[in-house]
């Protein structure tokens, strides 16, 4: 520490000091030399032995004080580490004594630091826990729906009707499982930096006609007015197939959260050296305190989890915009709407 490294110089330039009298006692007695004054020998003789004395008690005061400040905090921390390698994140360090003579103790600093990373460990631990939960949640669901028409379907007294309408129940449950283990393998990968962008000049205008046009048989089933408003040709360097997947996520819950015969608007548009990308629906909406956490994973806002989905969604749509450089942003009223709002330097 600071304090002790000082010290260990003051201490080093006493030896010196002591060291080079004793050689010269030692050079009179060798020549048997006996200064004119005798006194002037003693009063050498009683220096050296002064400062050997005094640089001996300041190395037992900074023994101790290293004992104090430094391999105590250090056992601390040792312990600690401990504590958290056999899963116990509960532990907080607190600091003893400081018995430092500067403003600030860098252990003090270094047990904060140690705290902080104990409580961001224990954050991920949770998270952990909650995902293997709620995958094992999400799994279910459609493992169960199809065990259970798949029962049906054993039966010798359903019509053929019946048997293919349980046939139809099954497929779709093994969509949205196929769906969404493909989200959280995608995830998984994002997470570990597996995916490297590939990054290309296309035409984005096209790009989203296409993604909205993917979807006409669900707003046309649930009566929705879809409206477009593009620049022509604007041209993007980005990841086309990854915001593929942005751009279907967020067609997808717009019409999915807008009521049968509501209204749905998609623009893209060049501003200010940005492209800048919105999907506004006039759905169900959501609260402030509902829009702090939709890139969560697997939060759905509808708590009864009626609406289909897994909520992986705006999680997948968040990593990858990360990934890509973009920024997403969302106003939303409850019962009016929501808009979503997708931001990118416009690149030449």
């Given at each position: 520490?600071?304090m002790?490294?000082?010290?260990?110089?003051?201490?080093g330039?006493l030896n010196?000091?002591?060291?080079s009298?004793?050689?010269?006692?030692?050079?009179f007695?060798?020549?048997?030399?006996?200064?004119?004054?005798?006194?002037?020998l003693y009063?050498v003789?009683?220096?050296?032995?002064?400062l050997f004395?005094?640089?001996?008690?300041i190395k037992?005061?900074?023994?101790?004080?290293?004992?104090?400040k430094m391999?105590e905090?250090i056992?601390?921390?040792c312990?600690?580490?401990?504590?958290?390698?056999?899963g116990?994140?509960d532990i907080?360090?607190?600091?003893?004594?400081?018995?430092?003579f500067?403003?600030t103790?860098?252990?003090c600093?270094l047990?904060?630091?140690?705290?902080?990373?104990?409580?961001?460990?224990a954050s991920t631990?949770?998270?952990k826990?909650d995902?293997?939960?709620?995958?094992?949640?999400?799994?279910k669901?459609p493992?169960?729906?199809?065990?259970?028409?798949a029962?049906?379907?054993?039966?010798?007294?359903?019509s053929?009707?019946e048997?293919?309408?349980?046939?139809s129940?099954?497929g779709?449950?093994?969509?949205?499982?196929s769906?969404l283990?493909?989200n959280?393998l995608?995830l998984?990968?994002l997470?570990?930096?597996?995916i490297?962008?590939d990054?290309?000049?296309?035409?984005?205008s096209?790009?989203?006609s296409r993604?909205?046009?993917g979807f006409e048989?669900?707003?046309?089933d649930?009566n929705?007015?879809?409206?477009?408003?593009?620049?022509?040709?604007?041209?993007?360097?980005?990841d086309?197939?990854?915001?593929?997947i942005?751009?279907?996520?967020?067609?997808?819950?717009?019409?999915?959260?807008?009521r049968?015969g509501g209204?749905?608007?998609?623009s893209?548009?060049?501003?200010s050296q940005k492209?800048v990308?919105?999907?506004e629906?006039?759905g169900?909406?959501?609260?402030?305190?509902e829009?702090?956490?939709?890139?969560?994973r697997?939060y759905?806002?509808?708590?009864?989890?009626?609406?289909e989905g897994n909520?992986l969604?705006?999680?997948l749509?968040s990593?990858?915009?990360?990934?890509?450089?973009?920024?997403i942003?969302?106003?939303?009223?409850?019962?009016?709407?929501?808009?979503?709002?997708?931001?990118?330097?416009?690149?030449t």
């Open positions: 520490m600071k002790s490294k000082q010290w260990m110089v003051v201490m330039v010196v000091i002591s060291g009298c004793i050689l010269i006692f030692l050079k007695i060798d020549t048997s030399f006996v200064p004119a004054n005798a006194e002037v009063g003789v009683t220096l050296a032995c002064y004395v005094i640089s001996m008690l037992l005061a900074i023994d101790w004080y290293r004992q104090k391999d905090p056992e601390q921390l312990q600690g580490a401990r504590e958290v390698a056999s116990n994140y907080e360090l607190q600091r003893k004594e400081t018995l430092s500067d403003e103790d860098e252990f600093q047990f904060e630091d140690f705290n902080l990373m104990v409580k961001e460990l631990e949770m998270l826990k995902f293997v939960s709620n995958v094992s949640h999400e799994l669901t493992l169960s729906v199809i065990s259970s028409y029962t049906i379907m054993q039966s010798d007294g359903i053929e009707e048997r293919k309408m349980y046939a129940k099954i779709d449950a093994a969509e949205n499982l769906v283990v493909a959280i995608q998984n990968r997470d570990n930096q597996k490297k962008p990054m290309e000049k296309y035409n984005l096209e790009q989203l993604c909205a046009l048989q669900v707003w046309e649930k929705i007015n879809v409206t477009v408003d593009f620049d022509q040709n604007i041209i993007l360097k980005n086309e197939a990854l915001l593929d942005v751009w279907n996520n967020l067609i997808s819950n717009a019409l999915k959260f807008t049968t209204e749905v608007h998609i893209a548009k060049e501003k492209v990308v919105c999907v629906d006039s169900c909406g959501m609260e402030r305190k829009v702090e956490h939709i890139f969560d697997f759905q806002a509808d708590t009864s989890r009626a609406t909520g969604g705006l999680a749509v990593h990858i915009l990360c990934l890509l450089g973009g920024e942003q969302v106003e939303s009223q409850k019962d009016i709407g929501t808009k979503m709002i997708v931001s990118f330097i416009y690149q």
